[in-house]
């Protein structure tokens, strides 16, 4: 699952990378390193919050509707959270394209790439362990 996250999450990063505030060549590799990391790591923070909530850490066996809908809500809540101390730390900023979440003031594009890419990534790999 580790590297479904990875790949899918690079991929996020250098999609919306025209979103951020410049950085040099080097500090853009760097920050697209470290946020697919950060990225992998969240999306294990999002496995072990719903194997809590389901009492479960196979849960990802019987991966269906109903838990679908709790790892949305995870994953948003984490995506929102983490997004949010990002931007106050100033870790990056936003330029004029980025979309924001109205009254989050959270960019949309990372918003959504905790919420989409952890749940790819559990179908992936369901679909490449359990088939």
């Known amino acids: 699952m580790a590297l479904i996250a990875f790949v899918l999450n690079f991929i996020w990063e250098n999609l919306h990378a025209g979103l951020y505030n410049e950085y040099n060549l080097f500090m853009k ?20 919050l719903v194997a809590v909530v389901l009492k ?29 101390v990002a931007v106050e730390l100033d870790f990056w900023s936003y ?21 989409v890419n952890p749940i790819l990534s559990f179908i992936c790999a369901r679909k490449i362990v359990f088939s």
């Open 29 to 48: 590799s760097i920050y697209f390193l470290g946020c697919t990391i950060g990225d992998v790591v969240l999306t294990f923070i999002i496995y072990g």
């Open 56 to 84: 479960d850490k196979y849960w990802i066996r019987n991966f269906n509707f109903k838990i679908l809908l709790i790892v949305l809500i995870m994953a948003s809540l984490v995506s929102l959270t983490a997004e949010w």
């Open 95 to 115: 330029n004029e394209r980025m979309p924001v979440v109205p009254f989050l003031d959270i960019g949309l594009s990372p918003f959504l790439a905790i919420i």
